[in-house]
């Protein structure tokens, strides 16, 4: 049975499998949705046609995301920046071939010091209008994700992710990620300042670590959920997990059985 309609779990979650066995182990563990990470397509040279018939057999719904590990869409090194772009590109007509067209894509960050930051907004800003205008050619929505707050991201919060969909078209949506969040914050009121969000990353996290299993960290995952759940939105459990004994993916789906058996009692 599934857990609910509009859970997904990241791929990267089960890492160590091509997606073709991904969707298959998601769907034998009752979740109905996966995130597609190009990456994980492109390493273990997965069949588009499976993933597509797999997808149709179990009824799976797909989101995305794009490239993002080693890239820049914000480089000062304008080489990296068109590789990083093309690559984005190329995530786009993977998720456009998949049919998993809701697609996440990181912002890039800075090169140098903060000082350089409306530089590098100028620069990224440019290089999303690019992709935008190639992703509505492929009928497909990209989602600008607000990264954590460490050295060298730059669209970390409400004001910088707003500033950056004013200068973009009203197609650009946004993915929050839970873990991002700075400390002590109220979500409800935070969730509230950032317009356009059409995705939410959820996992847990600690002082020193990001993307822990639910309820492994400092965040009040059960809370999150509850007021969440009918959203409508895409909650995409994310992790990651290297080994094949699907640790990370059972000890979150451990967790939200625990919390739909407390909202059902």
Avoid at 100 to 111: F, K, W, Y
Wanted: glycine share 4%.
């Amino acid at each position: 049975m599934t857990i609910l309609h509009n859970i997904y779990i990241a791929s990267p979650v089960l890492w160590a499998f091509p997606l073709e066995q991904v969707i298959a182990i998601v769907h034998g563990r009752g979740i109905g949705g996966v995130e597609v990470w190009a990456e994980q397509v492109w390493y273990h040279r997965s069949s588009i046609r499976e993933i597509v018939r797999l997808k149709d057999r179990f009824q799976m719904n797909l989101t995305s995301h794009a490239a993002s590990w080693d890239l820049n869409i914000a480089a000062l090194n304008r080489g990296i920046r068109r590789q990083s772009i093309r690559l984005v590109k190329r995530s786009i007509l993977l998720a456009e071939a998949i049919g998993a067209n809701n697609i996440t894509i990181h912002p890039g960050r800075l090169t140098l010091s903060a000082t350089w930051t409306d530089w590098h907004f100028a620069v990224l800003t440019e290089s999303l209008q690019e992709i935008s205008t190639f992703a509505q050619a492929h009928q497909a929505v990209i989602s600008v994700e607000v990264m954590e707050p460490v050295k060298k991201e730059f669209i970390i919060d409400a004001p910088a992710v707003n500033r950056l969909l004013s200068q973009l078209p009203d197609s650009v949506m946004v993915t929050l990620d839970v873990a991002h969040l700075p400390r002590q914050t109220d979500f409800d009121d935070y969730f509230a300042k950032i317009k356009r969000i059409n995705k939410i990353h959820l996992s847990d996290r600690s002082q020193d670590r990001y993307h822990l299993p639910l309820g492994q960290g400092d965040l009040d995952c059960a809370a999150l959920l509850n007021g969440l759940r009918d959203s409508g939105l895409p909650l995409v459990i994310e992790g990651h997990d290297d080994r094949k004994d699907q640790a990370v993916l059972r000890e979150n789906l451990d967790f939200l059985r625990r919390w739909l058996d407390s909202i059902t009692k």
